[in-house]
T-cell receptor
């Protein structure tokens, strides 16, 4: 299994500012996923971050709004830019099981509130 | 379209009663289906996957391709089963598509 930590665990931010969320994994992984869970909603995939290449964004998500860095095989950041109250969500980092990809492991999430 | 539907937002049962959490999917191809669970103040974790055909914590789920369903069942619910349950489909690109989730509440 993989152990994933995220920072910060929660934050309250002002409209128009940006927040960078960090994701650290205890093992080297090729793929890392970033999800958003809006209040009362399911998890929605934002993007897939591969080390050494540009992140791949899902429909409805753009790099200018959610820039992602993946400097090495154990770390990634997601920035939520120019925030509005609609960005209030839980943001989760996830990695697949290393060899079989049969399972995904999730971080504890970052609870973001935008005022 | 690739979609996972969990029609029940909340399911409330008494301890010892059978429980069935419904999941229907839409996917053109051979689906890989999973159930994930999130207990209170814990992170999301895998409960079971259809490919393993296993029983975890007394829960089972059978893939019914004719009905495009993957319902989660347990014959006798326990209080510790109270949690949020998500059905998920993994597409050919390896991405997980989640249903809306069902909150299971098991009352004593």
């Amino acid at each position: 299994s993989a152990v994933i930590s995220q920072k910060p665990s929660r934050d309250i931010c002002q409209r128009g500012t940006s927040l960078t969320i960090q994701c650290q994994v205890d093992s080297q992984v090729t793929m890392m996923f970033w999800y958003r869970q809006q209040p009362g909603q399911s998890l929605t995939l934002i993007a897939t971050a591969n080390q050494g290449s540009e992140a791949t964004y899902e429909s409805g998500f753009v790099i200018d709004k959610f820039p992602i860095s993946r400097p090495n095989l154990t770390f990634s950041t997601l920035t939520v830019s120019n925030m509005s109250p609609e960005d209030s969500s839980i943001y989760l980092c996830s990695v697949p099981e290393r060899f079989s990809y049969n399972e995904q492991f999730f971080g504890p999430g970052t609870r973001l509130t935008v005022l | 379209a690739q979609r996972v539907t969990q029609p029940e937002k909340l399911l409330s049962v008494f301890k010892g009663a059978p429980v069935e959490l419904k999941c229907n999917y839409s996917y053109s191809g051979s689906p890989e289906l999973f159930w994930y669970v999130q207990y209170s103040r814990q992170r999301l974790q895998l409960l079971l996957r259809h490919i393993s055909r296993e029983s975890i914590k007394g829960f089972t789920a059978d893939l019914n391709k004719g009905e495009t369903s993957f319902h989660l069942k347990k014959p006798f619910a326990q209080e510790e089963d109270s949690a949020m349950y998500y059905c998920a489909l993994r597409n050919q690109g390896g991405k997980l598509i989640f249903g809306q989730g069902t909150e299971l509440s098991v009352k004593p």
